[in-house]
């Protein structure tokens, strides 16, 4: 309604300014011509009419033309008028108009009178013996243009009245399709994707219309593939044996499997805390851990369930939370306990008999003359293999105390320096009597032909103590500088050392032999396992010294690993933390 009353207004000032202004102007020109062509004619009647006095011409012209007659002499005194007594008018000589006429040319001018207030054309022309003047009064062209101003008005009123109409219906039917897209928008908002404006106009509020059924359409869409997305990873994770559930970031629970939900006995509370559900100091940790950090953490769980044992992963969800998944692992730890303890008991129930068949294998062989040959031959097989077997025993009860925590090492702050030097004089004379130049240095040393050694670097004085136990640190020792003489001998030199890494020290041991190919590194510490099974056999290899050394390495909070290149050597690391 403001924009049309602005319009309407806009259009009567427009047209009162610019064609009211012309019109005018157009009358007055007329009015002025008109005038003109009678006050000539006038003239000539007052120099040809003698029959005449210039008081009956004043009064004939001036009712014949409409207008005022005025006749005047050359000096300005009035001589005749058609509405007033000449004797009593004062002198027009002064007058534009007739200054004008007396200086022969015709006069014009146009200003209100004193007497009636009205305004007047003014035109006079010269004469002999003075001048005449018609005066023509221009009230009328003030009533038209009043007229025009009042027609001008009423049509601007009717204007605004039927823009008030139409204004009336628009607002009513532009707010009634306005109010339907709402309605629509409110009912998506609300969750019914279905809802549909089906606005057929192509206006501004159509294009809206559209636009948001499109938007409508696309949501339901990707709603519909969220759900089916939504209920396939439902059915996914309840058909897990694990345990799962979502923790948001305020620490209550979204969402939580059916095995979830027959763990606890009082069941998951959903959109609750979840220590409502879950109680286990060690979970309810590891979760907050894992939304703090934003990091996925582990930890072992025993109450949740009396007499069951859980493995808790908690991850960080991306908007914040962390989902926890829950494995059981009591029968796994009872199955992987009662095979530790088969190995145990049958390796201990072994080491009787294997001792007794090796001692009289060997007293056989001191007895039997060498003339029996095959009989010598024999006894050796037995012997050897009987030792075999022995050592395999010998290091299965290892592997099983160290794996079950019944070995208990006395970790106390040992120097690097003395680990090293008591591993390097256990096997010097081994060493060189294969050969092979037995060194310690403070780095692993780049891979070089066996004939070009450089002299040992000496180890940093400034290396700190390590938590470790002295016996325990030797076999690892013992295992790796004995897999180094048996597979590495070809290189003629291995270099032991230690060097200070963050919060521990990491020791080596490097030889020059042939090397291990990439693909075994994952598994060189798997039991059993043999990179060369035959040559293993030969060189009385049991396959468990790198397993044992990786036990003892994670009994005490350290870690081992193996690097190596085919033809160049290998080197095999492991860390021990600092005192």
Known sequence: ?????????????????????????????????????????????????????????????????????????????????????????????????????????????????????????????????????????????EAVSALVHRRLAQASGLAFLFALLVAGIAANWTARRLERIVGVAARIAEGDLQARIREASQDEIGRVAAAID??????????????????????????????????????????????????????????QPVVETIRDPDFLGTVNEAISTREVKTARATSIVPGRAFDVTAAPLPEGGAVAVLRDLTETERVEKTRRDFIANVSHELRTPLTSIQGYAETLLDSTSENTAPTREFLEIIRKNSSRMSRLTEDLLTLARVESGETRFDSEPVPPAELLHDAEESFREIARTQGIDLQIQDSPAHHLQSSNFPGPNPLPENLPSVLADREAIHQVFSNLIDNALKYGASGGRIVLGARAVPHAVEFFVQDFGGGIASEHLPRLFERFYRVDKARSRESGGTGLGLAIAKHIM???????????????????LFTLPTA
Do not use: C
């Open 554 to 572: 994670l009994a005490h909070g350290g870690s081992i690993r193996a690097e190596s290149d085919l033809a160049h050597g290998s080197t095999f």
């Open 214 to 271: 499109g938007t409508a359409r696309r949501v339901e869409e990707s709603f519909v593939a969220v759900r089916s997305s939504q209920r396939q990873l439902e059915t996914l994770l309840n058909s897990m044996q694990d345990a799962v559930i979502a923790v948001g970031a305020d620490g209550l629970v979204q969402w939580a499997n059916q095995p979830m939900d027959r763990l606890v006995p009082q069941g998951t509370r959903l959109h």
């Open 1 to 141: 309604m403001a924009a049309f009353l602005f319009v309407i207004l806009a259009a009567a000032v427009t047209f009162d300014l610019m064609l009211g202004g012309a019109w005018q102007a157009s009358l007055r020109a007329e009015i002025e011509r008109n005038l003109i062509q009678k006050t000539e004619l006038l003239a000539h009647r007052v120099e040809s009419d003698r029959s005449h006095s210039l008081a009956d011409i004043a009064a004939q012209e001036g009712q014949a033309a409409g207008a005022r007659v005025t006749i005047i002499d050359p000096k300005g005194q009035v001589l005749a008028d058609s509405e007033a007594n000449p004797g009593g008018m004062e002198n027009h000589s002064a007058r534009p108009e007739f200054v004008a006429a007396l200086s022969g040319t015709m006069g014009r001018d146009e200003r209100r009178s004193a007497t009636i207030g009205v305004p007047f054309l003014y035109v006079a022309v010269p004469i002999s013996g003075g001048a005449v003047r018609l005066a023509y009064p221009l009230s009328d062209v």
